[in-house]
Nanobody, 115 residues
Framework: QVQLVESGGGLVQAGGSLRLSCAAS????????MGWYRQAPGKQREFVAQ???????AYADSVKGRFTISRGNARNTVYLQMNSLKPDDTAVYYC?????????WGQGTQVTVSS
């Protein structure tokens, strides 16, 4: 089992920046990739970014050039640096981990971008 805890959400004005953090605990050696998803009110959860154990990163088109995903020196941490935030980025952001046999999800952290 893997447990994920997110932090770093909050309220920011359009054009501002936030950095989300996610710490994994438990069987972290089973994790192949970690990433971020988000869900805005009334919308489905959508992919934001992912980084593999080999540090290969992928991004949704809507965040390319603005968001950067990275892994900490410890295998169990992933960050999402969000710059040039827009009101459309307002959502609950969820950390996700891809394990050998199942995926794991955090509880989510709210990001609100005011216009």
């Amino acid at each position: 089992q893997v447990q994920l805890v997110e932090s770093g959400g909050g309220l920011v004005q359009a054009g501002g920046s936030l950095r989300l953090s996610c710490a994994a605990s438990g069987n972290i050696f089973s994790i192949n990739a970690m990433g971020w998803y988000r869900q805005a009110p009334g919308k489905q959860r959508e992919f934001v970014a992912q980084v593999t154990s080999g540090s290969s990163a992928a991004y949704a088109d809507s965040v390319k050039g603005r968001f950067t995903i990275s892994r900490g020196n410890a295998r169990n941490t992933v960050y999402l640096q969000m710059n040039s935030l827009k009101p459309d980025d307002t959502a609950v952001y969820y950390c996700a981990a891809v394990g050998k046999n199942k995926d794991y999800w955090g509880q989510g952290t709210q990001v609100t971008v005011s216009s």
